[in-house]
Structure formats: structure tokens, C-alpha cells
């Protein structure tokens, strides 16, 4: 049995199909109606019908514009049109759409509409999958990965486009570098044409190396994620696949590799891996490949990275605040020299602060302003350093990010995501939600959405998760603190879903959590 959602503004329409598609094919079934494109959107996110039959005007959200919301999800698009909007029907073939239906509508059109469509599903389901899937999934990757609950219930359409016998899952994350700088040359001018240039090339090398073993995922931006399930795609292979892009279509890419695992169900955290790998291209510099798996250190339990003396810098650079930052990157280094960490360690925790205090930067668009206020280079970070050389860095680095920060303040106090945020970070021990912030910043919920994902790079729900559970992992060090105390003061009413919440995005549950810390105060004490 197949799914239909009909959208249309009028009511005899939708009464008129909802009664008719059944009769015309059994094979049909209408299981929802819906008079405008926004809530049909959020309908497929949710039951992701196989066809969506909408109206070409509709207010708050017309048919074409929702066809083009609907290009990534794995379903097909029938317009519905009368004569005086005929040019737009065909328009919208060209755009992706199965067919359209000349209002009055007729049922013998509608019949042959569902039986050709019918047909088609048959066919590709009948079909082998190739190495390069269908783009049309990249929204159900993208939602179900970057949330921390499947509301949808997307893990379960998904689990199947995973490849037959697939042992060692690995997520790739590719990002274009100096995207703006490559759109705005006059070779190219498009951002669409730049991605596509490049996953062209990546899809012959992957195809060439392995049919059928990886699968596009989706991208974000200057980004896109790939999921490999051979172990040829090692680093060697991405290092000649960088060569090749750079050779082919003249774009410098950098790649970061995640951890691995046989379970599907870990894919989200195998992306954060990859995501994080790929920051350290800010650090190595661009067009290399970072594997997650290079930091995997056997006493990194036994030390423990210094996440509060991190926060407290973060928050000094956040506020201005030189003599507080320059003291914890004192404090800092002085803790790593006392615990007597080895270099790999050592190293390691180093770049993590600097992609941490890296951030704050990035968060303004402003990071490459604070390296050419820099007297010194990266290039610190490709040999061993000492100690003092690496604290002789981070002061300088730090006094170029206040300085950057503060010339960006006073350039952006007004702006839409500066004023969201303030809100965000005030309110997110409340029960807020994105149409509250969208309220605040004077935007529909809607476009505030796309917005703060463009301008982030990441969802208002991940964002605000992310910084609720920051906000937990400090408060649990606070012995006296009941969990469901923390987890009232963060946001979350419900006990229960903010410890899944929390071991879902921290790996481990806030008891485990709480009892490492436990364990690493009384070793220190010791």
C-alpha cells in the first residue's frame, strides 16, 4: 500500500481526492490532507508519505515553493493546477515533479497518474542499489542525525540503504575550503555548481574503489558527509582523493574521519567524530585528512582534560575579561606539566583548547582576523613544541581574539543572531522553544529555522542541547545537587528524558558521568 498527502487550500478539493484515490487504485491510500505547504512539510518529516499531490497557490506556502523543500526527501511531487497556471505546472516538471493535474480535475487522469507512479515504485524497488543513492534521502539523513530524538522515526527508513553486510560503519565529513572566496571567483559563481563539482569527483573515485559501499549522506553548507562501509577508504585513499579534486576541478577540500562501529544506531555519534576531526583543519591547515581514531589515548580517563579551566577561558574571552583568560591558560598548562602527561597527550589537549577558544571566533566570523593579528604561525602545532611555547602562543592568541571580538561587537550589536543568541544563553534553563526565539528576534518560526542553521551551521535543537548538557556537566561536580535538580535548572522537567538526552550526547549517563569525576577528585587528592 502506498501514501498520499494532499495539500490544497480548498476544502471540496481535498474531500473530492481523499475520496476518489482509494477508488481509482487500491494501491493508494490518502493518509492525511493539509491546506498549505508548511504544514505539509512538517506531515512528511513526520510519516513520509510516497506521493504528495499539492495545489501549485496556496497562501503561506505554494506548491512550487514546497516542491523545492520536497527535492531531498525520497518521495514524489504531482502540482495541481488550473488552466491559467499551466506554464507553472510544466515549469515545475523541470524542477523535479512526477506530473501535474489540470483542475477540474478528471478521474482518468488521476488513475493514470497513480498507475504510472505505481509502476515506478515497483521497479526501483526492484532494482540493485548502485554506489551513488539517490539525493532525495539527504534530508532524512540530515534530520535524523543532527537530532537528538527520532521523532520521525527516520532510523527506521534509513537501515535499509545501509550496505548488505556492512562491519565497519565510518562517516567521512568534506568540507570545501574558503567556500565564499571559491563561489565568489568567475569560474564558478555558484555554490550549488562548486558542490557539485566536487561530489562528482568523489563519486567516481568512491564508485571506482568500491560499488556499493559507501553512501552520500547529505550536505550542510561548505560540508558534505559520506559513509563508508569498506576498509579501503583509509586515509590514503582520501589523502589521493584531496589530490584529485585539486587537480581535476583546481578546489582545495579537507576531510575528517571518523571513529568506527558495526552498529547503525551509532552513526550520529560517528558524525560528531568526523565533525570534530575535521575542525582540526583550522590548526594542521587545509586540504588534509584528520582521523578521530589518532586521538584515542590510553591515559586520557587517568588525567582528564581540563574542561573547566576551559570554560572559565571561554567565558573570560566571551566577556572580555584579558586577566581571567591569561590566568587559566596558566593554570592551564601548569595542570598538564604536574600530571605528567606524554606529548601525544599533551599535544592533544593543547589543540583542543585552541579549537575550543577557536570557536568563540568562528561563532563571528571572525577567525581569520584574529591569525593576522598574530605574529606567529600555526606551524607551532607540526612539530613538538614545549610547554612554554605553546603558552607564549595562547597569550597572543587569546589578546588578537579580545581584540577581534570586541571590533566585532561593536560592528554586529544589532544583528538577528547576536540578539537570538543573548536570548538563548539568558533562557535556556526555561521550557523555550524556536518559536520563542523566532518571537523574540521578530521572525516566523520557519524561517528563523533555516536562518539560524546558515548562520551556525548547526540546528537551534543541537544547539540549545549543547548547551544545556555544558551547563549539567558543570552543575554535576556540585555533589549536593540531586539530579533532578540539575536537570530542572538546565531546562528539562522530565528526569528521565534529560538522562537519555545526556548519555546520548555525552556517551555516558549522568550517574556515570558524575562518578568519574568522583573518582578522578579523590585520585587527584591522593
Given at each position: 500500500m502506498y501514501k498520499v498527502l494532499i495539500v490544497d487550500d480548498e476544502p471540496k478539493v481535498r474531500r473530492g481526492l481523499s475520496s476518489l484515490v482509494p477508488k481509482l487504485d487500491p494501491e493508494w491510500e490518502v493518509v492525511g490532507t493539509t491546506t498549505n505547504g508548511e504544514e505539509a512539510l512538517q506531515f512528511v518529516k513526520k510519516l513520509l508519505p510516497d506521493l504528495v499531490i499539492t495545489d501549485i497557490r496556496m497562501p503561506r506556502m505554494n506548491g512550487l515553493d514546497l516542491l523545492g523543500e520536497l527535492k531531498e526527501y525520497p518521495l514524489q511531487v504531482v502540482i495541481l493546477s488550473g488552466y491559467g497556471y499551466f506554464e507553472y505546472a510544466r515549469t515545475a516538471i523541470q524542477f523535479g515533479a512526477f506530473d501535474f493535474l489540470l483542475k477540474p480535475l478528471k478521474p482518468e487522469a488521476i488513475r493514470d497518474v497513480l498507475g504510472r507512479l505505481s509502476a515506478q515504485l515497483k521497479l526501483a524497488a526492484q532494482e540493485p542499489r548502485t554506489g551513488v543513492p539517490e539525493l532525495r534521502y539527504?534530508?532524512?539523513?540530515?534530520?535524523?542525525?543532527?537530532?537528538?530524538?527520532?521523532?520521525?522515526?527516520?532510523?527506521?527508513?534509513?537501515?535499509?540503504?545501509?550496505?548488505?553486510?556492512?562491519e565497519r560503519l565510518r562517516i567521512a565529513a568534506i568540507d570545501i575550503d574558503a567556500f565564499d572566496k571559491v563561489i565568489s571567483e568567475d569560474q564558478w559563481g555558484d555554490r550549488q555548481l562548486v558542490a557539485f563539482a566536487v561530489r562528482n569527483v568523489l563519486h567516481e573515485l568512491l564508485a571506482a574503489r568500491s560499488a556499493g559501499?559507501?553512501?552520500?549522506?547529505?550536505?550542510?553548507?561548505?560540508?558534505?558527509?559520506?559513509?563508508?562501509?569498506?576498509?579501503?577508504?583509509?586515509?590514503?585513499?582520501?589523502?589521493?582523493?584531496?589530490?584529485?579534486?585539486?587537480?581535476?576541478?583546481?578546489?582545495?577540500?579537507?576531510?575528517?574521519?571518523?571513529?568506527?562501529?558495526?552498529?547503525?544506531?551509532?552513526?550520529?555519534?560517528?558524525?560528531?567524530?568526523?565533525?570534530?576531526s575535521l575542525e582540526n583543519k583550522w590548526i594542521h591547515g587545509e586540504g588534509k585528512v584528520s582521523d578521530y581514531r589518532d586521538f584515542r589515548l590510553e591515559d586520557l580517563l587517568r588525567i582528564g582534560y581540563p574542561e573547566q579551566l576551559e570554560m572559565r577561558i571561554v567565558r573570560a574571552i566571551r566577556g572580555g575579561d584579558a586577566s581571567t583568560a591569561y590566568a587559566g591558560?596558566?593554570?592551564?598548562?601548569?595542570?598538564?606539566?604536574?600530571?605528567?602527561?606524554?606529548?601525544?597527550?599533551?599535544?592533544?589537549?593543547?589543540?583542543?583548547?585552541?579549537?575550543?577558544?577557536?570557536?568563540?571566533?568562528?561563532?563571528?566570523?571572525?577567525?581569520?582576523?584574529?591569525?593576522?593579528?598574530?605574529?606567529?604561525?600555526?606551524?607551532?602545532?607540526?612539530?613538538?613544541?614545549?610547554?612554554d611555547e605553546f603558552l607564549g602562543f595562547m597569550r597572543e592568541f587569546v589578546e588578537a581574539s579580545l581584540q577581534v571580538l570586541e571590533w566585532s561587537r561593536s560592528q554586529?550589536?544589532?544583528?538577528?543572531?547576536?540578539?537570538?543568541?543573548?536570548?538563548?544563553?539568558?533562557?535556556?534553563?526555561?521550557?523555550?522553544?524556536?518559536?520563542?526565539?523566532?518571537?523574540?528576534?521578530?521572525?516566523?518560526?520557519?524561517?528563523?529555522?533555516?536562518?539560524?542553521?546558515?548562520?551556525?551551521?548547526?540546528?537551534?535543537?543541537?544547539?540549545?542541547?549543547?548547551?544545556?548538557?555544558?551547563?549539567?556537566?558543570?552543575?554535576?561536580?556540585?555533589?549536593?545537587?540531586?539530579?533532578?535538580?540539575?536537570?530542572?535548572?538546565?531546562?528539562?522537567?522530565?528526569?528521565?528524558?534529560?538522562?537519555?538526552?545526556?548519555?546520548?550526547?555525552?556517551?555516558?549517563?549522568?550517574?556515570?558521568?558524575?562518578?568519574?569525576?568522583?573518582?578522578?577528585?579523590?585520585?587527584?587528592?591522593?
Open positions: 539527504s534530508k532524512l539523513w540530515k534530520e535524523w542525525m543532527l537530532s537528538p530524538d527520532d521523532e520521525q522515526g527516520h532510523a527506521s527508513k534509513l537501515k535499509p540503504l545501509i550496505p548488505a553486510g556492512a559501499r559507501f553512501r552520500y549522506l547529505y550536505q550542510n553548507g561548505s560540508q558534505m558527509y559520506y559513509l563508508s562501509a569498506d576498509e579501503s577508504f583509509s586515509r590514503e585513499f582520501w589523502e589521493g582523493a584531496i589530490e584529485t579534486i585539486a587537480r581535476s576541478v583546481k578546489i582545495s577540500v579537507s576531510v575528517g574521519l571518523s571513529d568506527e562501529s558495526s552498529n547503525f544506531e551509532d552513526m550520529p555519534s560517528l558524525l560528531a567524530n568526523a565533525r570534530e591558560l596558566e593554570e592551564f598548562v601548569l595542570k598538564l606539566r604536574e600530571s605528567k602527561a606524554s606529548f601525544r597527550l599533551f599535544q592533544r589537549f593543547c589543540l583542543q583548547l585552541l579549537a575550543s577558544l577557536l570557536k568563540v571566533s568562528h561563532e563571528q566570523k571572525a577567525s581569520h582576523m584574529v591569525f593576522r593579528r598574530m605574529s606567529r604561525s600555526t606551524e607551532l602545532f607540526a612539530r613538538e613544541f614545549t610547554a554586529k550589536q544589532s544583528r538577528t543572531l547576536d540578539k537570538a543568541m543573548a536570548y538563548i544563553r539568558d533562557n535556556y534553563a526555561r521550557d523555550i522553544s524556536l518559536d520563542d526565539v523566532a518571537g523574540h528576534v521578530g521572525m516566523s518560526s520557519s524561517y528563523f529555522s533555516t536562518y539560524f542553521k546558515q548562520e551556525t551551521e548547526t540546528s537551534f535543537v543541537e544547539f540549545l542541547t549543547r548547551l544545556r548538557m555544558d551547563a549539567a556537566k558543570s552543575l554535576m561536580k556540585d555533589t549536593d545537587l540531586r539530579l533532578y535538580e540539575i536537570a530542572g535548572m538546565v531546562g528539562y522537567q522530565d528526569v528521565k528524558y534529560f538522562s537519555r538526552l545526556f548519555k546520548k550526547t555525552m556517551n555516558a549517563t549522568p550517574i556515570e558521568y558524575r562518578q568519574f569525576f568522583d573518582r578522578k577528585e579523590d585520585g587527584n587528592a591522593k
